[in-house]
């Protein structure tokens, strides 16, 4: 299984950027998906994450400027991230807990991650 993010780059403070996570290999099903960051010197955060059924949850500090959203027959998640601050300078991380059959256990994958730059 391969988790491979795209989207990233640099913007301006109060710009808009799309980040997105094609999964692909043996999937039978993919249950959570989410999307993390780090930031230089920093933990690895979670900024939001969908359940299959498209229940959502975001930090505090990206709730109203970030929606998360997929596309399961694709095998595909998305973040939308509007109104972008310096401070959301970091790589983002996808990460999918897939199931590579029916009935299988599912396992964590994360991808390469795609850097998100901010200049204000």
């Known amino acids: 299984v391969q988790l491979v993010e795209s989207g990233g780059g640099w913007v301006q403070a109060g710009g808009s950027l799309r980040l997105s996570c094609a999964a692909s290999?043996?999937?039978?099903?993919?249950?959570?998906m989410g999307w993390y960051r780090q930031a230089p010197g920093k933990q690895r955060e979670l900024v939001a994450s969908v359940t299959r059924s498209s229940s959502s949850n975001y930090a505090d500090s990206v709730k109203g400027r970030c929606t998360i959203s997929r596309a399961t027959a694709k095998n595909t998640g998305y973040l939308q991230m509007n109104s972008l601050k310096p401070e959301d300078t970091a790589v983002y991380y996808c990460n999918g807990y897939v199931a590579p059959g029916f009935a299988t256990p599912c396992h964590g994958y994360w991808g390469q991650g795609t850097q998100v730059t901010l200049s204000s």
């Open positions: 290999g043996s999937i039978f099903s993919i249950n959570n």
